[in-house]
């Protein structure tokens, strides 16, 4: 897995070493090719850790894969969906309309529209379609399974959301996040034994789940257990996302 700077040099170089003669050839310059395979690995950098839920790592890397090539529809059909994973509603709207503009499969868009619009608790009018797209589109499905759950949790519709997340962690067991919400459900219920086995879960799954590891501190300190707590704190400290935890480190 790529995943530093340095790396991404090294592969780079590698690969331009392979392909460099053939690409100069049909009249495709040196430097061309370099930006062009950079932003290739970029953007693949930034799906990795958009899966493993890195977003501010995932918004660097696909930012560093415009600025070196012309934009593309998938670039920005990428940032579009690290935006909504930010909460950058505004944002997602305007990369969709660059990757349509760009030919990026309208199928695609609606799909990602219809999530943006779950995610917001504006479930009226598109349950039947995202059962559909449950159906119909099991590569996103647990993508569609967080819009849906998030949106019922913005509506307080706690149970439907519970149930919605367990069907989730069934169907995508590997997938830390249903855990991490399991944990924030199981602290809204004052349940903090409770919450601590699923955010161990989650981090059991991705060691870098910053939510999941914050969340532990968190929980750990209403246990009264603060070295553990501490450690929890630490976690996080090592990931882009750190602020929170810098604030709590200090208070244990």
Same mark, same amino acid.
């Given at each position: 897995?790529? /995943?530093?700077?340095?790396? =991404?040099?090294?592969?780079?170089?590698?690969? /331009?070493?392979?392909?460099?003669?053939?690409?100069?050839?049909?009249?495709?310059?040196?430097?061309?090719?370099?930006?062009?395979? /950079?932003?290739?690995?970029?953007?693949?950098? +930034? %799906?990795?850790?958009?899966?493993?839920?890195?977003?501010?790592?995932?918004?660097?890397?696909?930012?560093?894969?415009?600025? $070196?090539?012309?934009?593309?529809?998938?670039?920005?059909?990428?940032?579009?969906?690290?935006?909504?994973?930010?909460?950058?509603?505004?944002?997602?709207?305007?990369?969709?309309?660059?990757?349509?503009?760009?030919?990026?499969?309208?199928?695609?868009?609606?799909?990602?529209?219809?999530?943006?619009?779950?995610?917001?608790?504006?479930?009226?009018?598109?349950?039947?379609?995202?059962?559909?797209?449950?159906?119909?589109?099991?590569?996103?499905?647990?993508?569609?399974?967080?819009?849906?759950?998030?949106?019922?949790?913005?509506?307080?519709?706690?149970?439907?959301?519970?149930? =919605?997340?367990?069907?989730?962690?069934?169907?995508?067991?590997?997938?830390?996040?249903?855990?991490? $919400?399991? &944990? %924030?459900?199981?602290?809204?219920?004052?349940?903090?034994?409770?919450?601590?086995?699923?955010?161990?879960?989650?981090?059991?799954?991705?060691?870098?789940?910053?939510? @999941?590891?914050? &969340?532990?501190? %968190?929980? $750990?300190?209403?246990?009264?257990?603060?070295?553990?707590?501490?450690?929890?704190? %630490?976690?996080?400290?090592?990931?882009?996302?750190?602020? +929170? @935890?810098?604030? @709590?480190? =200090?208070? =244990?």
């Amino acid at each position: 897995m790529i /995943t530093t700077r340095e790396e =991404v040099a090294a592969y780079e170089a590698d690969s /331009t070493n392979e392909m460099g003669a053939d690409f100069h050839a049909d009249g495709v310059g040196h430097r061309g090719l370099v930006h062009w395979w /950079t932003s290739m690995v970029a953007a693949a950098v +930034a %799906r990795q850790a958009l899966s493993r839920r890195d977003y501010e790592t995932a918004w660097n890397w696909a930012q560093h894969a415009t600025h $070196l090539a012309h934009p593309d529809a998938e670039t920005e059909f990428l940032l579009a969906r690290i935006e909504r994973k930010r909460g950058h509603l505004d944002e997602v709207g305007r990369h969709l309309q660059i990757a349509a503009a760009l030919g990026c499969d309208r199928e695609r868009l609606n799909r990602e529209e219809l999530l943006t619009q779950a995610q917001t608790g504006a479930l009226d009018g598109i349950l039947t379609n995202l059962d559909r797209m449950l159906i119909d589109h099991s590569d996103d499905g647990a993508e569609i399974c967080e819009a849906y759950a998030n949106g019922l949790l913005v509506n307080g519709q706690i149970d439907e959301a519970r149930l =919605v997340i367990q069907q989730w962690r069934v169907a995508f067991p590997s997938d830390p996040q249903t855990d991490n $919400l399991l &944990g %924030r459900l199981a602290e809204f219920y004052q349940k903090p034994a409770e919450a601590e086995e699923h955010y161990r879960h989650a981090l059991a799954k991705n060691p870098r789940h910053f939510s @999941a590891a914050y &969340g532990l501190g %968190r929980t $750990l300190m209403e246990l009264n257990r603060c070295q553990e707590a501490f450690d929890a704190y %630490r976690i996080c400290l090592r990931l882009p996302v750190k602020a +929170a @935890a810098q604030v @709590a480190w =200090v208070a =244990v």
